[in-house]
């Protein structure tokens, strides 16, 4: 299928339920994106701020990105002015440079941005404890900020074709975003993604909550590693 017929094809699997599709770019062309943008999306993910600075420049300016990989507290400063949202902040320091570079920016609107919780047994993936989560919460410099919106919790699930190990990780993401809903965001309705899922596992996520999936190869194809 062509990349058209793949965008539409998850929309027509998510049109009954509460979840997004978030295009994965990475190492795609912005031609490719097109082809996606032309077919109606508007919701993109990259995982390196350089490649994302680069598709910018290149592509409609009303295109929502989601910046979803590991990100450098010395490269907030490139994509602050304009990203959608951040899913992969996983400390407090971060936060507080994401809120520092929003705010010389002068940004009208505030940053989203969700808390990636560790949920795989891989080490090489990033993210934070539950605990250090509600750390980060109940800090004194968390609540000092005016430019961020916390709007959920992002998590990687593991590398796995096991079915019941991949709804065990899902499925303690979605409680993690329960407590802290329950526990900090309870009265605040922005504070409802749960983003988790991806091309070999989206099914199971949504199944077990997911409000986002991030989606590559099942729009775009193989990636193109030699870029």
């Known amino acids: 299928m062509s990349i058209a017929d793949n965008i539409l094809y998850f929309d ?3 049109r009954n339920t509460p979840c997004r599709l978030v295009a994965v770019s990475k190492t795609h062309s912005p031609e490719k994106i097109m082809e996606a943008y032309n077919a109606g999306h508007r919701l993109f993910g990259e995982n390196k701020v350089q490649e994302l600075v680069d598709k910018r420049d290149l592509l409609p300016h009303d295109i929502a990105w989601h910046l979803i990989g590991h990100l450098q507290r010395n490269k907030v400063k490139y994509i602050a002015q304009y990203i959608d949202t951040i899913q992969s902040v996983d400390s407090l320091k971060l936060l507080q440079e994401i809120n520092k570079r929003a705010e ?7 940053i989203n941005c969700m808390l990636q919780i560790s949920i795989a047994d891989e080490e090489t993936k990033y993210g934070m404890t539950y ?28 590398n796995t074709e096991d079915e019941q190990k991949l709804r065990q ?40 909550g997911s409000t986002i999936i991030r ?10 590693y030699s870029k």
């Open 12 to 14: 027509e699997q998510l």
């Open 131 to 158: 605990d250090e989560a509600v750390a980060l919460l109940q800090s004194e410099e968390y609540r000092k900020m005016n430019y961020v919106s916390i709007t959920g919790v992002m998590g990687i699930a593991t």
């Open 104 to 110: 010389q920016f002068a940004r009208t609107l505030p």
């Open 215 to 224: 989606v590559g190869s099942g729009i775009f194809g193989t990636r193109n």
């Open 169 to 208: 990780e899902f499925r303690y993401l979605r409680e993690c975003f329960q407590n802290l809903k329950d526990t900090f965001f309870f009265a605040s309705d922005y504070f409802n993604e749960i983003s988790m899922g991806m091309t070999s596992d989206w099914q199971l996520a949504v199944a077990e």
